[in-house]
């Protein structure tokens, strides 16, 4: 759903130089991270590194929040709760990075990088540099995508056998709680209701027909994913 309110700040323009440096600083963020991890992966300071990647997701829903009452942007029904599906790739990051839960860091790899990904190169409701929002919105979606990233490549992390059917099943579950609550508010949490502007979702039909079409490509996407992991031989996890 488009936020539009008087007196909010202009929206990010998709490919300009704030969002190409947010991509570059996402980039050269994860590289850094990476590279730590295999060349120390005994040292404390990595240890450390893992735990601030893991505050910044956890925090990064009330961070949005606050940077909206700072800025006195508007926050919708779609704002109220961390129902979308990268806010649940945040929690379940944070859940991987702190806890090696098996099935937080399956969820954070497929759902990462299948789906917020995408948010983060086409990111339809972020609000332009400088406001908070700016800041907030690449705290989340860049959180997330670093954490998909430095699982399998930091760590040495492998989805268990059947990990692209379970990620995806949650995926389906989700679907169907967001559902459930754009309903009873009105809001359009996992964009059930409405497409989300200027997305790859423009190419993926009308709605309700576009809902099906997600649900699929969301399979054949974590198919794609598990791609590596499966030419390589090694399909157990070494993450629990």
Request: net charge positive.
């Amino acid at each position: 759903m488009t936020i539009i309110a008087t007196g909010n700040p202009p929206l990010l323009p998709p490919f300009g130089s704030a969002h190409l440096a947010a991509l570059g600083v996402t980039f050269l963020l994860a590289v850094l991270l990476i590279l730590t991890a295999r060349f120390y992966p005994r040292a404390r300071f990595v240890g450390w590194l893992q735990v601030l990647l893991a505050m910044l997701l956890i925090s990064s829903y009330p961070a949005k929040i606050l940077a909206r009452f700072w800025a006195d942007i508007e926050i919708t029904r779609d704002m109220m709760f961390p129902l979308h599906l990268c806010d649940m790739a945040a929690i379940t990051g944070f859940f991987a990075l702190v806890f090696r839960h098996r099935l937080a860091a399956e969820l954070t790899y497929f759902w990462g990088l299948a789906g917020t990904f995408q948010a983060l190169l086409t990111p339809s409701n972020c609000f332009d540099y400088p406001s908070p929002a700016f800041f907030t919105f690449f705290q989340l979606h860049s959180g997330v995508v670093i954490a998909a990233l430095y699982l399998p490549i930091g760590l040495g992390w492998r989805p268990a056998r059947g990990a692209v059917l379970r990620a995806w099943r949650w995926g389906l579950g989700y679907m169907v709680v967001a559902g459930a609550v754009n309903l009873g508010i009105g809001s359009n949490y996992g964009f059930l209701r409405e497409k989300a502007e200027a997305s790859l979702m423009d190419f993926i039909g009308p709605w309700p027909a576009y809902i099906g079409v997600m649900a699929v490509l969301a399979l054949v996407f974590f198919a794609i994913l598990a791609l590596p992991f499966r030419l390589a031989g090694r399909r157990e996890d070494s993450l629990a």
